[in-house]
Structure formats: structure tokens, C-alpha cells
């Protein structure tokens, strides 16, 4: 035996209908139904997967106590399958009964659909007219636009009593030298030229020391009085000139990644160059 907990057994057995000819409304149709195959609240919850309260709201139309409208209508449709009974009159009747709720957007959508052949119809009709329609105001307005704008672009053309122009004054201005010839540019620049003497700047001289460097590499300078002018570790593409008081003393930690001018000529590292390291002084 099953109940709900409130002493309602959902297995007793049911009387059998009297009559043969089924109810009309959806609850009372589904119960019918449900006694003529001799299920009990119990299988019909089971097959459904509900709470028998659930089935037994159903066939009560106790709608206040079920979920949402769209829920119902699949509980409903569920257990017509169930029962194979075709669903349609029931859902009809179900929806005549059914308030829609301002908290469910698919059922008030779903109560306001029409589905009638010739309403759609209809609709369909309106729909065609609305476009017909904004499409002619459409061209009607294009063809506005064009005749502003070919009437802005048209010659304006004045008629009246034409006003005669004074004459202009001559312009009492000195004429304008004439433009000299390729010749006579090219002898002024010549004279130009040999008139003036070309004053050369001198060159300053090479730096003592210089160094670059093609990858990393640790290197030290100090000059005679021991100040340290370039102590650092390199990286490739750098280079530095070195000013100070010589003698520089010099040591340059990766020869293999360095190289050094002094008085703008390489120099060579190799006699100076110990495990890769030179050290060597610079006058």
C-alpha cells in the first residue's frame, strides 16, 4: 500500500465506471482512462516519474498545486502516451482552463498564439501589405532626395537688367623682371662660386680608444690615475668610446666577443690574450 503521508492511499481500488462514454474534461478524462486499464495512481506517478500528488492533481485539475502552465501541458501530453489516448482534446480543454501567469513569458505567448489556418492567413496577408507598403515609401522618399539634389546641382539662371562692369585701372606697378635663362643662372653661380672661397672644417681626429663588442662580454678601463671609465658586462651590438687621461688600462673578459680600435685602427688583441682574456695598456 502507498500514501502521501496524510493518509490518502494512492493503490486502493477503484469502482468501476459505470458508464462508457468518457468525460469531457481533461482531469476526469485522464482518471477515466486510467480505471478503464486498470492502473492505480501509483504506476501511472512511477511511469512519469511524479509524485502520485502530482498525478492526482491532474486528475482533480487542481492546477493551483501543479508548476507552471507549460509543466502541465507536458504532464498532460505524457500521461495521454501513457494511456495512448490522443492528447488533443485534452490539451484544448486544458488550455481553456489555464489563466496565463504574468511570471511565465511561454505561457502567455502560448495563450496568445493563434493557430487558426485562416487567422494565419491573414496575418501572412497583413504581413505582405506592410512591406508592399514601406517599400513604396521607401522609393517615394529616394526619389524626393534625388530632386533636391538635382535641383541644387541645376545652373541657376538670373534674368533682369544686366548692370554694366567699369572698367579696370592699369596698374601703375613696375613691370616684373623677366625670368633670367638657364644661361645666365648658371654664369651667376659660376661667379658666385669662384668669388667665394670654400672654407673646409676640420676633422676631428679618431678617438684613443674605442671598443665593440659581437656577444656578451665582462670589460674594465681606468686611466692613469687608477679612475675607472667603463666597468660593466656587455651585450652584442653595444660599442663605447673611452675619453680620460692615458695610459688606459685595459681588460676585456671574452675576446672572442670584442674588438678594439685605437686611433681608428683595429687593434690586436691576440699577444695580449690569455683563456680568452686580454689585458694590455693603451698611450
Known amino acids: 500500500m502507498s500514501d502521501d503521508g496524510n493518509g490518502v492511499d494512492f493503490d486502493a481500488p477503484v469502482d468501476p465506471q459505470t458508464t462508457e462514454q468518457p468525460p469531457d474534461s481533461f482531469g476526469a478524462r485522464l482518471k477515466w482512462e486510467r480505471e478503464r486499464s486498470g492502473l492505480t495512481v501509483t504506476d501511472v506517478a512511477a511511469r512519469l516519474r511524479l509524485h502520485p500528488k502530482q498525478v ?112 579696370v585701372e592699369k596698374s601703375t606697378a613696375p613691370p616684373e623682371p623677366e625670368p633670367a635663362s638657364a644661361s645666365t643662372v648658371a654664369q651667376t653661380a659660376l661667379a658666385t662660386t669662384a668669388e667665394t672661397p670654400v672654407v673646409m672644417e676640420p676633422v676631428p681626429p679618431p678617438p684613443l680608444l674605442k671598443l665593440r663588442f659581437s656577444g656578451p662580454s665582462w670589460a674594465e678601463v681606468k686611466d692613469a690615475e687608477g679612475k675607472v671609465l667603463h666597468s660593466q658586462h656587455n651585450t652584442a651590438g653595444e660599442e663605447y668610446v673611452i675619453e680620460g687621461t692615458p695610459p688606459f688600462y685595459v681588460v676585456i673578459g671574452d675576446t672572442a666577443n670584442s674588438s678594439v680600435e685605437v686611433r681608428g685602427e683595429a687593434y690586436d688583441l691576440a699577444p695580449y690574450t690569455r683563456q680568452n682574456v686580454a689585458r694590455f695598456t693603451i698611450n
Open 56 to 167: 492526482r492533481a491532474l486528475e482533480q485539475e487542481s492546477l493551483g498545486a501543479l508548476p507552471e502552465a507549460a509543466y502541465v501541458r507536458g504532464f498532460v501530453r505524457s500521461y495521454a502516451r501513457v494511456l495512448n489516448v490522443d492528447d488533443g482534446p485534452l490539451l484544448r480543454d486544458l488550455a481553456d482552463k489555464l489563466v496565463p501567469s504574468a511570471a511565465s513569458v511561454v505561457d502567455g505567448i502560448a495563450q496568445q498564439r493563434d493557430y487558426s489556418p485562416v487567422r494565419a492567413a491573414a496575418r501572412d496577408q497583413a504581413s505582405r501589405r506592410v512591406v508592399v507598403v514601406g517599400a513604396v515609401l521607401l522609393l517615394i522618399g529616394l526619389g524626393v532626395l534625388g530632386w533636391y539634389a538635382t535641383r541644387e546641382r541645376a545652373p541657376v539662371v538670373r534674368t533682369g537688367t544686366v548692370v554694366p562692369v567699369a572698367p
